[in-house]
Structures are given as C-alpha cells and as structure tokens.
C-alpha cells in the first residue's frame, strides 16, 4: 500500500531544508496485535554543490511477517474476518534519488523511484517548482508525477497487471508573524487499473441455506483529492512550539476521510526536545464495502475493513537529542487503535475487527 499510494513528489524525509549536507538513518519497527510485523532499516543523505544544487536520496528495505485477514465469513451468524493460517513472509526494496536547481527565489527538482516486492513492483517520476514572494514571507509550490506499476499475486502466477496514478501538487506556505506560519496544499490524482485485491475473499451462509464466494472486486479507477493545512505558532517564553494538523480526504469510491493531529514541542535549551502528540482519524465506508454478499451478487464488492466505516486515535511521544558536533538522535514511540466506535458518530462499520498496533522509530542524523 505504501508504494501504491505514494508518488514522489516530495520524496525525502521531511524536514526543514539544510544548509549543510546531511546523512542519516532510520530503523521503524511496527507490530499489529496478533497479525502483521514490519521493521524497515532506511538510510538517506542530501547535499549540496556549488550553493545552486541540491542531490538527495534515500534507500529501504521493508521486511513484513506475520498473518492477514483473507476472508469475511458469516458461517457463526455474524460477519467477522477470518485470518489466514499461512504465514507471509517479504521484503520490499525501494529507492529515490530527487535534485534541485536553485534559481534565485526560485527552484526547480526532478525525482524518481523504484519499489520491487514480491507481488507489487512500481515505479515513479516527479516534478516540483517553488517561488517565494514577499521578502520570501510567502512560498508557493506546484507539482506534478505519475506513476506505472505492476499488481501480482503469489497465489496466481498468471497474474501481472498495469496501474497507473498521475497525481498534482499545488500549495502556499504563509509567515503569519515572526513566530507563527501556516501551510496548505491539495493534492489530487487519477488512477486507472487493476485496484482488487487478490488475496481477499467474502463468503457468506443465507438463511434459506444456500452460500455464495466472492472475490474482492474493486473499480478499475480511483480519483482522490487530500487538502492538508498545517499550523505552526512558536511561544519563546515556553520555548515551545504548538503544531496542529488537519487533513480531509475524498475520493470517487465514496471514501470521506478527516485527520488532525495536535502536538507540543518543547524545548530544553539546545540539546534537549520533546514532542507529544495525538492523532484522531475517521473515515465513511467505500461505496461498493459489505461484509456479506448482498442478492443479487453485485458486480463489484469488497469485505476489506480498510475500506469500511471505522475511526482511530494514535498518541505518540518523540524525544530528541543535538550534539554540538552536528549529530542529532531521535526516538518515537505511539500506538495505533482503529475502531468502529471511534468512527465519528459512533456508527462504523459492524464487521470492522479492532485493529491495535505499536511502532518505535529510532533515528540518527549528522550535518557536515
């Protein structure tokens, strides 16, 4: 999913541009309460030449074990999700390398990608401009990239077809005052191709006593628009900083989607930070989403909670620690519960399992 959703537009880790070259590494380890584990080792670097280029890149290995949810079953009188007992084993390799030409208040960057899995290959390109304006107060930045992969299955061997994604960038960053900004941008895309999942399955027991199996069958396109506006206002008597978040999310398939994400920053002196924050997300069910096999069996249909009703919160903590030698150390820890009842409104989907999850990220990086 991450490589299917992701285009690399802005590929390089976030954070605020450098005046120095930098190299870094990353080690994220997540693990879902009784189903999947991922760690992913990344490494990453930027620089730059001749004060008018900037080169970055960065390098990862996903490594996921563990169980999926393959089939949505009614056989006890209630849909639930069945997990596989055949346990999933693979590594995703990807890359991305992104240059910048800086032109006065103006810059111009290319990037490409490369993802390979077992069962999903990808690749990508993008393009970015940015200006600034008012005494460099105001930034506005436009995008575009696309995206050509390839869908298989380990159960199919038959199985290798086409999805391609064009996605669209435009965005404004605007100092507020000397100590507060604020930035939003939309993104927008248009996929067409192969979007069913060939791993999943729905089968369900009528009253009458007949059955019916389906397979997850989805649109042969999907059309997203995500408007992302962050708020950022800095308290020099605190020394903290108040971050606030908030993103809408729409598509063709009937998906509404609200994410705001509240921290605090605070700082000890120039060593020492520490940012809590609290994520709440709720989304509305796919239009084509059921957890039985209504009749007459529809054409397109998915028992896939992913794309059910449901809501989640996620708390978090990252401590971070500067050297005056350039080094920076950085670890996070938080937690991921996704429910029916924290679905705003109280009424997600009924067959939707409780997923709980835990991630660590241990980072380090060093300018020279």
Known sequence: MKAALALPILVAPARAAAEDNEVGFTLLGYKERGLMKVSEPLVWARGRIAEVWEVEGSAAVDIVTGASPRLVSNAGGVPVQTVSGASINDRRKTGDVKVTRRLGDFS??????????????SKAFGFEGTADFNERNTTLIAGYGKSNDRVKSTDDPTLDAPRYTTEYLAGVTQLLTPASLVQSTVRWSKGDGYYDDPYKFTITFYPQGQAALAADTRPDHRDTLSWLTRY??????????????????????????????????????????????????TQSAADFYSPVIPQPQPGILSSDQRLGAFGGLSPALRVTRRFDNGLVIEGTLGYVQNARNLHWGGNGSEA????????????IHKAF
């Open 232 to 281: 950022r206002r800095h308290f020099p008597d605190a020394h903290g900083t108040l971050q606030a978040d908030y993103r809408f999310y729409r598509d063709d398939w009937g998906i509404r989607a609200h994410t705001l994400e509240v921290a605090w920053q605070q700082d000890w002196g120039e060593a020492w930070s520490v940012r809590p924050s609290l994520r709440y997300y």
């Open 108 to 121: 111009l960057a290319a990037s490409g990608t490369l993802s390979k899995e077992e069962d999903y290959d």
């Open 352 to 363: 939707f399992d409780t997923l709980r999850a835990a991630y660590g990220i241990v980072g």
